[in-house]
């Protein structure tokens, strides 16, 4: 189990929750996910810059993860990074979990949800305040929620 600190699309805290973690097999994971998802959030690839529709979303709501449907970001916590993939100065709480991640020269701090473990990028420190992070996602990695009318 998890503890996960829910807000609404308005960033309005609706409590902490209890939630099971979800785990699959890898033949499970590859009917539930596209090729590209199972790419990136089984085998922590990554997709092309400037390729998801998610880069330029400007509307209301929340960004969940498409692997288990965990709410990860806020639209008021995205913002444009200018690097071709959805940016986030931060998550909600209790949302992802990190790791460090050797597969370059420098180790760099890789996240993923804290419900499914699945690879949605990677965090640096050039994002604007109030944190000074970007939360740089894998588009294909997520699934928007738009906020109710």
């Known amino acids: 189990m998890i503890s996960v600190r829910v807000f609404d699309e308005l960033g309005k805290l609706v409590g902490p929750i209890q939630m099971a973690k979800v785990v699959k097999t890898d033949a499970e994971w590859k009917k539930r996910l596209t090729q590209?998802?199972?790419?990136?959030l089984r085998r922590e690839g990554t997709e092309r810059a400037h390729t998801s529709p998610l880069n330029a979303e400007k509307r209301v709501g929340t960004y969940h993860c498409a692997g288990c449907d965990l709410p990860l970001f806020t639209s008021a916590m995205k913002f444009d990074s200018g690097t071709g993939w959805p940016s986030f100065f931060s998550t909600l709480p209790g949302a992802v979990a990190?790791?460090?991640d050797y597969k370059h020269v420098f180790p760099r701090t890789e996240y993923h949800c804290a419900r499914c473990e699945g690879h949605h990028g990677h965090v640096f420190?050039?994002?604007?305040?109030?944190t000074g992070k970007r939360?740089?996602?894998?588009?294909?990695?997520?699934?928007f929620v738009g906020a109710a009318a």
Do not use: I, M
């Open 36 to 40: 590209s998802q199972y790419d990136v």
């Open 98 to 100: 990190t790791k460090t």
């Open 125 to 130: 420190d050039d994002g604007p305040a109030p």
């Open 135 to 143: 939360f740089c996602n894998n588009g294909v990695a997520l699934k």
